[in-house]
């Protein structure tokens, strides 16, 4: 049997709103397990590097100021 690993990030936006607990509840409903939990404000640098594969692209500097 193969793991598969993914990152799930949970937006700026539905953190404020106070949906974080309610979006992990539905990833452990879904069968998953979570190995790791990280709590973390992107910097404008960190978020630069993370979605970099998408510079040059329209939405791009929103994306990056967003989160």
């Known amino acids: 049997m193969s793991i598969t690993k993914t ?4 937006k700026p936006t ?7 607990g309610k979006i992990i509840q539905k990833i452990y409903e879904g069968g998953f397990h ?8 992107l910097s404008k640098e960190d978020a630069e590097k993370f979605y970099e594969v ?3 692209r329209p939405f791009y500097n929103g994306l990056v100021e967003f989160m």
């Open 34 to 41: 979570i190995a790791a939990l990280k709590i973390t404000k």
């Open 14 to 20: 539905a953190n404020r709103n106070n949906c974080a």
């Open 54 to 56: 998408h510079a040059g």
């Open 7 to 10: 990152l799930t990030m949970i």
